[in-house]
């Protein structure tokens, strides 16, 4: 036997059934005509989002990380309780201006952007958060070209990591940001030409849970932009702190004392350097806002045995759940939360594989799990799925296509 992750908190059992947003998980299924589904919750995206701004001081700009979910009606939902996105595409940008969003509050994040990226931010008005000197240099280009003024910050790369993190994005050799040595420099070049100076972008590192190496990294990069600032000799317009908030996805996970990494932060805003005085700051969230709002059902369409163990096989798998399966980063595999969605209130009760539809031995989505007796045409839930799911994985895999998508 194998442990499942831990479930999140919020879902509700009806009629013995998971249920999110008051249907059932039959329910939602046959109204989307079709299985594999994700469904998020606009409910449990309000219950995440006021806690974090009730921990955090006011002065804390909140932004999403649309990577992490862009699906048109969750974006859209989000433009109602963030201050702010963040974007890594030209892909993304064109997701953001379909939903109306103001590109002053938008800011463009990710090395190897190409001239048309960089085109298409400044004309929108977007901030590049530049990942090179090169980069930076070309937008200058193509903001004189364009006769419009590029709203500019510098990615620094940091000399520090955030410890413990699942992706580290700092602290020695990365293709992300400008090494923190040469970014005063470069800031120094950019503010004569009369660019719009936006201060710093500071994103060490994703997947946290240990409020400790949150609260140590954020000073870390307080203490890094007052530095770089003071060798700018201007104050900092505005600080971008990065994020780094992790969820719970395996057993044995705690969740992120948020009351903690807030309390910490008010601490450092009462006491700011000179050059930070009159800063705007934010923090860049994916995973925090959404991941836990978000289910994938799949349908068990066939239940077999080999050598003595239960194979539940399912229409969905890594297409559309790679981190799920274990494929996305993960060194040793373990289970992601999961549950017979149609079962949701039964006691476990036997020993189950559940799997993909994939002729591949890496489409698992649990291994060896204790769950109640499941049977062809019970649905399977697999929770955390609001993040890094359906566009993080390869839907177009075996021919598969993507799944549904619903906002309930
Ligand atoms: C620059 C940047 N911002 C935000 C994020 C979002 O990270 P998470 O979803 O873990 O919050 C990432 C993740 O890779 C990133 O690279």
């Known amino acids: 036997m194998k442990p499942l992750g831990p479930i999140p908190p919020g879902f509700d059992t009806i009629d013995g059934e998971l ?3 008051g249907k059932t998980a039959s329910v939602l299924a046959e109204e989307a005509g079709d299985t594999p589904l994700f469904v998020y919750s606009r409910t449990l995206l309000d219950a995440r989002i006021a806690e974090l701004r ?8 909140i932004h999403y990380a649309v990577k992490a979910n862009p699906y048109p009606p969750v ?9 702010g996105f963040d974007i890594a595409s030209g892909g993304e940008l064109a997701i953001v201006q379909a939903a109306g969003i103001d590109p002053a509050e938008v800011s463009f994040a990710g090395p190897g952007k190409r001239d048309r990226e960089l085109e298409a931010a400044i004309a929108a008005g977007v901030t590049l958060n530049c990942e090179s000197e090169g980069e930076a240099r070309r937008a200058l280009a193509i903001g004189e070209k364009l006769g419009a003024t590029p709203r500019m910050a510098i990615r620094v790369n940091p000399s520090f990591e955030l410890r413990g993190s699942g992706m580290k994005m700092g602290g020695g050799a990365k293709q992300f940001g400008v090494d923190q040595d040469l970014a005063a420099a ?18 060490s590192g994703s997947q946290a849970l240990d409020a400790e ?7 870390n990069v307080l203490a890094l932009a007052a530095q770089l600032a003071d060798e700018v000799g201007e104050p900092l ?43 705007r700051f934010c923090i860049e969230l994916g995973r925090y806002l959404v991941g836990e709002a978000g289910v994938y059902l799949t ?52 020993e189950a594989n559940v799997v993909g539809c994939l002729c591949t031995p890496l489409d698992r989505l649990a291994d060896q799990a204790h769950l109640p007796r499941a049977e062809v045409g019970d649905l399977v839930a697999v929770f955390c799925a609001g993040a890094y799911g359906a566009t993080a994985s390869p839907m177009e895999f075996l021919g598969q296509g993507a799944a549904q998508q619903v906002l309930v």
Not at 213 to 219: G, N, R
Not at 251 to 268: H, K, M, S, W, Y
Not at 312 to 331: C, I, M
């Open 19 to 21: 249920a999110i947003g």
């Open 186 to 203: 470069l800031a120094r070049e950019i503010i004569p030409t009369g660019a719009e100076w936006r201060g710093w972008h500071i994103f």
């Open 237 to 279: 317009p505005k600080l971008n702190m990065g994020g780094g908030f992790g969820i719970p996805y395996f057993n044995g996970d705690t969740p992120l004392a948020i009351d903690r990494v807030g309390a910490a932060l008010a601490e450092r805003f009462a006491d700011l350097p000179e050059t930070l005085a009159e800063t």
């Open 54 to 61: 009730a921990a955090m001081p006011e002065r804390l700009s």
């Open 75 to 83: 974006l859209a939902h989000m433009a109602g309780l963030v201050d």
């Open 299 to 350: 349908r068990i369409v066939d239940r077999k045995e080999s050598h003595g163990q239960t194979f539940l096989v399912t229409d969905g798998g890594l297409h559309h759940q790679l981190a799920a399966s274990g494929n996305f980063g993960t060194v040793v595999r373990r289970n992601y939360p999961l549950a017979i969605a149609t079962r949701f209130a039964a006691e476990p009760d036997e």
């Open 213 to 219: 190496a949150i609260v140590e990294t954020q000073a």
